[in-house]
């Protein structure tokens, strides 16, 4: 008998509520099933979060403005986001062991942090001095912000950064099309095209080096296998936002139906690395999208992102899923 493939089946989506606003999305989860993201609070601003099961949503108060962000977090717990300074300026921070350090910038007057791997290390974008342009940076140990460049135009953001300080994101060419990039220390950034003549952005990277993103279809790139397409779920476009080490790809789909305005409805999937794409399912409205995946625990997964619930408000979500 051959082994059956992997059939994944949702158990649950669970609702994190917010800040007593009206929307919250969840950004990141990790292997403790622990989740941020950024609420609306009752007074409309946007406060980054810490979701954990027996404590609920709580407002991390990663720094001392008004509006802040928290987008990744790793299996140590510690946060990588943005926030206001308190004068005018939005920083990158990295809060670890319940103390925030600011990061700094390029120059400018505004960094956020996009991810941190487990090694601690923190990638995202800054304004340079002097220019308006966002510029990618990578912190491999602390107090050393790089500027990665670009593809030789003027913007370049970094998304994710796996284990072993590689990076990706976007950057603009010469000719100013965003490209999907992968950037190491020994080679530089890298352009890793795009499908046909779409832009392209790569939004995640795995241990094994595989990078998700979107490129009017979402896509998988490997060394091997250079760019894949990795299909929709019945509509026109679709995005990967997130791969893990056993090959699970989440992120959004449009499908082929319409809402009630018209639109084409966005539906969260999974893929599974047997190629399956699986609607992910909402709150009970039309449309949701996922963006990150934890690693497998004892056979299940969890996913973050966000859903219309029946009253079409924007809810963070915790899907969890077992691999069958």
């Not at 994101?169 to 950037?183: D, I, K, N």
């Not at 139906?257 to 639109?263: A, K, N, P, Q, Y």
Request: aromatic share 4%.
């Amino acid at each position: 008998m051959g082994e059956h493939p992997a059939r994944p089946s949702v158990v649950s989506i669970h609702e994190l509520g917010t800040l007593g606003g009206a929307v919250s999305q969840a950004k990141a989860v990790n292997g403790r099933g622990h989740v941020v993201g950024t609420s609306r609070d009752a007074r409309g601003r946007t406060r980054a979060f810490l979701w954990q099961e027996q404590l609920g949503i709580v407002d991390l108060k990663p720094l001392t403005g008004v509006n802040t962000s928290a987008n990744d977090i790793n299996d140590h717990g510690e946060i990588a986001g943005g926030g206001d300074t308190g004068f005018g300026d939005f920083h990158a921070y990295l809060l670890s062991e319940g103390t925030s350090f600011d990061l700094g910038t390029l120059g400018g007057n505004e960094s956020e942090a996009l991810a941190v791997n487990r090694p601690g290390q923190v990638a995202g974008h800054s304004r340079v001095a002097g220019a308006p342009a966002k510029r990618a940076f990578f912190i491999p140990e602390p107090g050393r912000m790089v500027d990665l460049g670009t593809l030789g135009g003027a913007t370049s953001i970094a998304h994710d950064v796996n284990d072993r300080g590689e990076v990706v994101g976007f950057a603009e060419t010469a000719a100013g099309q965003p490209h999907a990039f992968l950037w190491t220390a020994t080679a530089g950034m890298r352009d890793l095209g795009a499908l046909g003549t779409a832009a392209s952005m790569a939004l995640a990277i795995n241990n094994h080096t595989a990078i998700v993103g979107g490129s009017g279809h979402a896509f998988l790139w490997t060394e091997r296998l250079g760019t894949v397409d990795l299909g929709t779920l019945g509509g026109r476009t679709s995005c990967a936002h997130d791969i893990n080490d056993a090959g699970c790809v989440v992120g959004v789909s449009q499908t082929a139906t319409t809402d009630g305005r018209g639109l084409p409805v966005t539906r969260a999937f999974l893929r599974t690395p047997d190629g399956q794409m699986l609607d992910l399912g909402t709150l009970g409205g039309e449309h949701s999208a996922a963006v990150a995946v934890s690693e497998p625990v004892d056979g299940a997964l969890w996913v973050v992102g966000h859903s219309h619930d029946a009253a079409a408000r924007t809810r963070a979500v915790l899907w969890s899923v077992r691999l069958e």
